[in-house]
């Protein structure tokens, strides 16, 4: 181009000097080239005359040539003559000015190609590298910024990494103009994040836009977006600050990130000029109070709620219902009115309790001068209670007759609430001040009932189980007890598990009676969790008739059930003992029905004990509970039925346990209990094997149907001999597993390596990672 174009200056400087023509020998047939270089048609003229174009008109045909269009010479640019004609038997030449417009055509021309091959290698398609932060499961929208996108979305074609597709289904909606692309989230769907990160960088690895050509536009993969966690945050409605007297408090929560984190209030709070934040981990904002400034701007006590966050990727509401979450609540500073109340939730008592008391500071010791404000509708000067004596550490009150402390016996066993006192001089907060909220000065019981049922029969050993009926029954971390006449002994006699609180089953241990003769069985106390209910009056629950006589066969079934089973554990074999049992019975009659040689097949017989084995895929019980053996037919003998059909438990099957894999976030030493959920956990025999934490580390608390609590001991770790110096905060030391369960009928081995339930990180060094409202 550059050769080109100094030909073009150079022939554009020097004057064109007049030439002779001059006449060639013929190349075999005439032909002639025309000034734009382009082989023109045999000419039949033996000689063309060409004429020498004018000055001006040269010069404007050069001034017409342009680097970005070129327009072929006219006849009106060669000064209205037609162009030459060769001659028959040669070519005809024109004089050199001729020759340098012809020159210029062809500078022009190169020239105009070599600018089209630039323009053809300059990207169709262009991305701004803007990324934008996103969160995973609640951002809506991306916006990918650029040019030549076009307008139709179904000609462009996008590639991720991580990808935005499964199965070639994208998670997104596009829509796009020339310089945007929009990309819509799908319901049910996330922006993707690394596994075991709090953020990851989105690329785009390639667009293909149709009217560019099907080739990848991308030279390489381009940042387009950040993808974060969503912040949450802990509601603390029982943290307690003052107006001006606390420095600063800690909110809890996940997904805070330092120098990006804005919070806004309500009462509102300006950052900077009210307090100062500062991130001191992913889980933990701490707040810092301004000299001179309250945390509630407009003077009055009552909660802090937080009513926005931003992490980065734009505000977002938090319990928009409820106008923000509670971080704190807060108080007047203390003067010399000041009244505080301790929370004594362990003081339990039953809704018609006579009398309870409340301990704290600074009451009147005038019984009649003290106000109480409660989070339920009591009322006191004898309306629901009243205040029979008062110190300055501790009010007693008394019911009233027909009254109760807590009215609505579903949500019991529930806290008994105090607002506020009044002292003397005003009311005083002495907890949060929202509905239903406060210090909690007792825990209050539903009254306990039980209903009678004479007209039951069971069998003094032949009937394994019954039912009690009533109200007010607790479980889990309350422990309901029955005493009986005849006299029976729990664990020695019965068990007895809470289903829930209006129904108990009672079950009778193997070997034992439910009364040593025929007669009446009664329940003379129960004890829900507050004591013994002293206004309880003793009840019949069945009558005990002696058990059923033996055949004449003399055939029989002990009662077992003591003998447990999972339901599908085919290792295990299911043994029924008595007497007389004959080698190959014709049938064994089931409640639940099981069918011989569909669900089970005799594999081992004798007289006292047939062993059972059960079929691949079939189950003992399709629910957990007592196998019944109600009739058994030997060859060549009647049919011989056990407790009047009602049957006798040779077994106890138990649900298959499973454990629920979690990625739970616990603390080394400071995250004091780990919840372990899963099913068919048994609440009296639920025995667990953790990977790597030996079992001398942890204790149960307690066992409920779906859920284990583990409680780490003093001194211990979850992870042990784990160094947690210089420990990255954000990078877990290990995972716990759960590798062995046992529920009551032997190991249950979890396949491969366990079942993750919890990651472990460091504790923080300064100490700060929780206040008094962490989870643990």
């Avoid at 992913?282 to 407009?298: I, V």
């Avoid at 009591?378 to 008062?390: D, F, P």
């Avoid at 007289?607 to 053996?629: F, I, M, N, S």
């Amino acid at each position: 181009v550059r050769q080109q174009t100094f030909f073009l200056y150079r022939s554009r400087r020097r004057p064109a000097r007049p030439k002779p023509r001059v006449e060639r020998p013929s190349r075999g047939r005439d032909e002639a080239r025309s000034p734009e270089g382009l082989r023109g048609p045999p000419s039949r003229d033996a000689e063309a005359t060409r004429s020498r174009p004018p000055p001006e008109t040269a010069r404007a045909t050069r001034r017409q040539a342009s680097p970005a269009r070129y327009v072929p010479p006219s006849s009106t640019s060669m000064g209205g003559r037609p162009p030459p004609r060769a001659r028959r038997g040669g070519v005809l030449f024109g004089d050199r000015r001729a020759l340098a417009v012809a020159a210029v055509a062809v500078a022009v021309l190169s020239g105009v190609a070599a600018q089209e091959v630039e323009m053809e290698a300059a990207p169709d398609v262009e991305i701004t590298q803007r990324p934008q932060f996103l969160y995973s499961r609640i951002s809506p929208k991306m916006r990918i910024n650029g040019k030549g996108f076009g307008k139709d979305p179904s000609k462009v074609k996008l590639e991720f990494i991580p990808p935005l597709a499964k199965k070639n289904k994208p998670f997104y909606n596009l829509s796009c103009t020339d310089t945007v692309l929009v990309l819509g989230l799908r319901k049910g769907s996330s922006w993707p994040m690394a596994t075991g990160h709090d953020e990851s960088t989105l690329f785009l690895q390639s667009i293909v836009v149709e009217e560019h050509g099907p080739q990848n536009q991308l030279a390489s993969p381009v940042p387009v977006a950040t993808i974060i966690e969503p912040p949450s945050v802990v509601k603390a409605e029982e943290k307690l600050i003052y107006m001006s007297a606390t420095q600063r408090f800690i909110i809890n929560g996940t997904g805070f990130r330092p120098g990006t984190t804005s919070l806004v209030f309500d009462p509102p709070l300006k950052k900077d000029e009210d307090y100062v934040v500062a991130v001191r981990s992913s889980t933990a904002l701490q707040l810092a109070l301004r000299t001179g400034k309250k945390w509630r701007s407009d003077g009055d006590p009552g909660p802090l709620r937080l009513r926005r966050i931003d992490s980065g990727a734009g505000m977002l509401r938090i319990d928009p219902k409820f106008g923000g979450v509670t971080v704190a609540e807060v108080q007047v500073d203390l003067g010399a009115h000041g009244v505080t109340v301790e929370t004594t939730q362990t003081q339990y008592a039953y809704q018609s309790q006579a009398s309870l008391s409340i301990q704290g500071d600074g009451f009147n010791t005038t019984a009649a001068y003290n106000t109480l404000k409660w989070g339920n509708s009591l009322r006191g000067k004898g309306l629901n209670y009243t205040i029979v004596g008062a110190q300055d550490t501790r009010l007693d009150l008394k019911l009233t007759p027909g009254s109760t402390w807590r009215a609505n016996p579903t949500n019991l066993p529930g806290p008994l609430v105090l607002l506020a006192v009044n002292a003397g001089a005003g009311l005083v907060p002495v907890g949060p001040t929202e509905a239903k909220k406060g210090r909690t000065v007792a825990t209050i019981f539903e009254d306990p009932y039980v209903a009678g049922n004479p007209t039951r029969t069971v069998y003094q050993t032949h009937t394994h189980e019954l039912f009690v009926t009533g109200r007010g029954f607790t479980t889990g971390k309350y422990a309901t007890t029955l005493s009986f006449e005849p006299a029976l002994q729990f664990g020695v006699d019965y068990v007895l598990q809470v289903f829930n609180r209006t129904h108990i089953l009672v079950a009778l241990l193997d070997g034992r009676k439910w009364a040593p003769t025929p007669g009446p069985l009664r329940v003379t106390a129960i004890d829900t969790g507050a004591g013994p209910f002293r206004d309880f009056t003793p009840v019949v629950i069945a009558n005990v008739a002696a058990d059923a006589d033996e055949s004449k066969t003399g055939i029989s079934v002990t009662r077992t059930t003591a003998q447990t089973l999972y339901q599908t554990a085919a290792y295990k074999k299911l043994t029924v003992s008595g007497t007389a049992l004959c080698a190959a019975p014709e049938n064994i009659e089931f409640q639940p029905p099981l069918t011989m040689g569909v669900d089970y097949e005799i594999s081992a017989a004798k007289p006292d004990e047939l062993e059972l084995t059960l079929k691949p895929g079939k189950k003992w019980r399709y629910e957990a509970g007592a196998l019944y053996v109600t009739a058994m037919t030997c060859p060549g003998q009647e049919r011989v039925a056990f407790a009047y059909e009602q049957g006798i438990a040779v077994a106890t099957i138990l649900a298959d346990p499973t454990v629920e894999p979690s990625e739970r976030r616990i603390y080394q030493t400071y995250t004091k209990q780990l919840i372990v959920s899963g099913s068919g956990f048994s609440m009296g025999s639920t025995e667990l094997a953790l990977r790597p934490t030996s079992r001398t580390a942890y204790d149960i608390d307690h066992v409920e149907a779906n859920d284990v609590v583990l409680t780490l001991k003093d001194g211990k770790s979850w992870i042990p001999d784990a160094s947690q110096a210089d420990a990255d905060p954000e990078t877990p030391l290990g995972e716990i597993a759960v590798t062995q369960i046992d529920t009551g009928a032997g190991h249950v081995n979890l396949a491969g390596d366990g079942v993750v339930v919890a990651r472990v990180y460091p504790d923080s060094g300064d100490g700060r990672v929780c206040d008094d409202s962490c989870e643990w």
